[in-house]
């Protein structure tokens, strides 16, 4: 069945840029999402539509997509940041099925 | 400000049915473009899609769950409900209800309830 893949884990000190990729065979037809989920806490949305950040989202975090990779980019990553992130986005074949990717530990220190 | 809230048993036996209740506020349940969904997340492992239902009641499942996932609407209480039958410790997770609007993401969530399978 239709996966979406990203690294288990990212690794970057305060300041730097963290990168996390999601690649999908279907990303060229469907939009990638991104959300951030804290210990404890329910998913935020950070990037929506491949690349918009919504109402309240800092600046620091973009996204962006290409062929059947979508990354999120946080420039300057704070310890603040450290979190879990997902992809999400519509299933290859059946437009009704939606997935997460499996998930990035991001570690800020 | 839309606001979900997640209500069921936290405990469930083996082999029985996990039955978890989404009550919206703030909002209407019955917008033309809205989908309601439940997402859960097990202990170590990373968010899981489960379905959604439209407000028609047209629902959509994951294809590793169909079998045993049932979600529906109650737009007289403006809730929404998930059952799970046959469930197994691998089902011991927390779950979220959450809404998005058609062609896009998850953009509200509930806080989320854990709900462990034991005996």
């Known amino acids: 069945s239709y996966e979406l893949t990203q690294p288990p884990s990212v690794s970057v000190s305060p300041g730097q840029a963290a990168r996390i990729t999601c690649s999908g065979d279907a990303l060229p037809d469907h939009y990638t999402y991104w959300y951030q989920q804290k210990s404890g806490q329910a998913p935020v949305l950070v990037i929506y539509e491949d690349s918009k950040r919504p109402s309240g989202i800092p600046e620091r975090f973009s996204g962006s997509s290409s062929g059947t990779e979508a990354t999120l980019t946080i420039n300057g990553a704070q310890v603040d940041d450290e979190a879990d992130y997902y992809c999400?986005?519509?299933?290859?074949?059946?437009?009704?099925?939606?997935?997460f990717g499996g998930g990035t530990k991001l570690t800020v220190l | 400000q839309l606001q979900l809230q997640e209500s069921g048993p936290g405990l469930v036996k083996p082999s029985e049915t996990l039955s978890l209740t989404c009550t919206v506020s703030?909002?209407?349940?019955?917008?033309?473009?809205?989908?309601w969904g439940w997402i859960r997340r097990p202990p170590g492992k990373g968010l899981e899609w489960i379905g959604n239902i439209h407000s028609t009641g047209s629902a959509y499942y994951d294809p590793s769950l169909k079998s045993r996932v049932t979600i529906s609407v109650d737009t007289s209480k403006n809730q929404f409900s998930l059952d799970l039958s046959s469930v197994t410790a691998a089902d011991t997770a927390v779950y979220y209800c959450a809404r998005r609007r058609s062609r896009s993401a998850y953009a509200y969530w509930g806080q989320g309830t854990l709900v462990t399978v034991s005996s």
């Open positions: 999400y986005s519509t299933d290859s074949s059946d437009n009704h099925r939606q997935l």
């Open positions: 703030g909002g209407s349940i019955s917008g033309s473009d809205d989908y």
